[in-house]
């Protein structure tokens, strides 16, 4: 089989995760060509390919290496790695799509501990997961695998519990369930085919994940830049706590006075800017960060 040179992403067609995915991408620099119907859209610019697929085919595309990376939930890629050997790795949160796996009753259940899940049938479309949660606890409860639509399993008859995905509630609400137990925290993470990317598409790989990297958390830093007399810098710097990545350039022709540029994270307040100048600092600027390569 001739190796590919280009790189395929992996999304979520439609769903939770999509809107949030594209975007992501494209904060990246990443363009498709994208037509209404399309499952593969090629890349315009870089030699990026996207293909779109059902989020539960994600771990497995990976898995096979017909896709080098997918934005999909830690909980598929999670349940997915209970079954093999060589599951996708996580390379990273990526801070949108958060919800958890619950374990959920009926409403009138008179639910006080875990010890009164045994012996139930509780619907889920993540068995292993589940299993494993179960076995931790010694509990021992039948797993009834469903592929969707798991939360009217009670009412139906068909279990007495169930184990799926919570993001506001909404859906357990208008299904009179309680969530009772969370079985896993989940959020949207960045994975990878568990084979070596190597050649110019590792090259690739290594750019597109500080691409990834910097629009995942630039947009909550902020540059401060300032002028000071470098015996305040010590002060000055103790009101920064989150501050990295700080330089201090001296100031030609003013001996002793130095310009400090350093990377916070999250906003720097007014308080917190007035504070700083009283320590010393003058000609002070806050800058947001659009990109960022470390
Ligand atoms: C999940 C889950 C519930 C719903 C919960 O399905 O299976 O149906 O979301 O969300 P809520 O707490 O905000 O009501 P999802 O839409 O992700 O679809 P899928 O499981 O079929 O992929
Ligand atoms: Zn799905």
């Known amino acids: 089989m001739k190796?590919?040179?280009?790189?395929?992403?992996?999304?979520?067609?439609?769903?939770?995760?999509?809107e949030p995915a594209f975007k992501l991408l494209e904060r990246c620099g990443l363009s498709f060509e994208r037509g209404s119907d399309r499952l593969f859209c090629f890349g315009d610019g870089e030699p990026v390919d996207l293909l779109l697929v059902r989020d539960d085919d994600i771990p497995a595309l990976l898995a096979q290496g017909v896709c080098d990376l997918g934005i999909v939930g830690r909980n598929k890629l999670a349940e997915y790695a209970c079954a093999v050997d060589a599951p996708p790795r996580e390379l990273r949160a990526l801070g949108f799509g958060g919800c958890r796996l619950s374990i959920a009753v009926p409403r009138e259940m008179q639910y006080r501990n875990v010890r009164q899940l045994a012996g139930l049938r509780i619907a889920t479309s993540h068995p292993g997961l589940l299993a494993c949660w179960l076995r931790d606890r010694e509990i021992s409860a039948e797993v009834v695998t469903l592929g969707g639509s798991v939360e009217i399993a009670p009412r139906l008859g068909t279990a007495d519990a169930i184990c799926d995905l919570v993001q506001s509630g909404?859906?357990?609400?208008?299904?009179?369930?309680?969530?009772?137990?969370?079985?896993?925290?989940?959020?949207?993470?960045l994975a990878s085919s568990p084979f070596a990317t190597d050649g110019a598409r590792g090259e690739l790989l290594a750019l597109l994940m500080a691409?990834?990297?910097?629009?995942?958390?630039?947009?909550?830093?902020?540059l401060l830049m300032l002028r000071s007399a470098r015996d305040s810098l010590d002060s000055i710097l103790s009101l920064l706590p989150s501050a990295s990545r700080t330089s201090v350039l001296d100031v030609a022709g003013q001996p002793g006075q130095v310009m400090l540029?350093?990377?916070?994270?999250?906003?720097?307040?007014?308080?917190?800017?007035?504070?700083?100048?009283?320590?010393?600092?003058?000609?002070?600027?806050?800058?947001?960060?659009e990109k960022a390569l470390a």
């Open 3 to 18: 190796a590919r040179d280009r790189l395929r992403i992996a999304v979520q067609k439609s769903g939770r995760l999509s």
């Open 211 to 222: 691409r990834v990297d910097s629009a995942t958390h630039a947009h909550v830093a902020r």
């Open 261 to 289: 540029q350093a990377w916070c994270a999250g906003e720097l307040g007014w308080r917190k800017l007035e504070e700083i100048k009283r320590a010393g600092a003058r000609e002070l600027f806050v800058l947001p960060v």
């Open 170 to 189: 909404a859906t357990l609400a208008a299904n009179r369930l309680r969530e009772v137990e969370t079985v896993l925290e989940s959020t949207a993470v």
